[in-house]
């Protein structure tokens, strides 16, 4: 039977294990007490009792953000189902227009309550080359139309930098509607539009897929990590080829990082056999 811990006691545990989570410590298992290891108050030194009083002393703040959050259950991210069937080139386009039938007016995820225009995708149907945002912002909402803002205009100027047009590439985001403020898509609703981009993705079947950003990045691999473990490397979504870059919005914050991102984008030109301008 499980041993019912006093108030205080547990309280403790709680704010251990939040400790834990906030160092990406989240897989426990438990063993059985060695009584011979139990430490009586009388044997608490004086150092652990300066620790604990240097905790209570926290500026509130700090404690508030500990107590207020309880411990979110850690859902796996689901991953792509597996593709269907390969659709002929010449079918590509209408097989894109039945999934935005398909999604009509959705109203599957909160997302749509703020939504202008719903953002579905751009580009060839047949693209060798793809790029996955995270969402639409306030101009891709009022268009309906992805990256069509600063950040669009920079995208279309790396996509200028591998020698190609915009309408050659495909490109669409993890989620179709405009998360209020430009917000994170939450993963109930990343979760639930994306299964239209990996449909949307089987469509296409580009040969290199370009994700912009960790949240692209997080759905496409089915895992959490950050974005620097990530650059720099090809993986595989399904079998195609998978590489990781900066948001251009990001790059717009920070252009110090457009030679990294550059730098990236040179590895999807390498996998689809593109030469950098003046490289024979
Ligand atoms: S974000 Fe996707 S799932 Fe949510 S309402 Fe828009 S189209 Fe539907």
Redesign the pocket.
Known sequence: MAQQLDPETREALIARLRFYRDLGLTEFYRRPIDESENVSAADLTSETLDQDSRVASQPAFQQHSQEDQPIPPRKPLPTAPEIDVSVPLADCAAALQLIRDE?GD????A??KG?NK?VFGDGSPTARLMFVGEGPGADEDAQGLPFVGRAGQLLNNMIGAMCLKREEVYIANV???RPPGNRTPEPE?AN??SQ?LFRQIDVVRPEVIVALGATAATYLLGQRQPLAGLRGRVHSFRGTKLIVTYHPAYLLRDPRQKKEAWADLQIAMRELGLKAPGKG
């Open positions: 999604i959705c109203t599957r995820c997302l749509h939504r719903l989620v179709k509607c609703e639930t539009c239209f």
